[in-house]
């Protein structure tokens, strides 16, 4: 995923949310996003870790093509 595609988020307790991606920091244990969501305009950070399915937080919106 890259700046600007829309993702959904994973958040405690809710429906996933969609929002939009604004930076991208890599890190050998998974990579941060920087997402911005209609209640936090300026992003929040969410984890998306390497070895953990359960760890994922942040994934490309369904049905939309992402830009390269």
């Not at 209640?39 to 937080?57: A, C, H, K």
């Amino acid at each position: 995923m890259k700046l600007h595609n829309r993702v959904t988020v994973k958040t405690d307790g809710g429906p996933r949310r969609e929002g939009t991606i604004l930076a991208v920091e890599e890190f050998s244990e998974g990579v941060m996003y920087l997402v911005s969501l209609d209640d936090y305009p300026t992003g929040i950070w969410f984890f998306n870790e390497l070895s953990s399915p359960d760890g994922i937080f942040v994934e490309p919106v369904v049905g939309e093509t992402q830009a390269k």
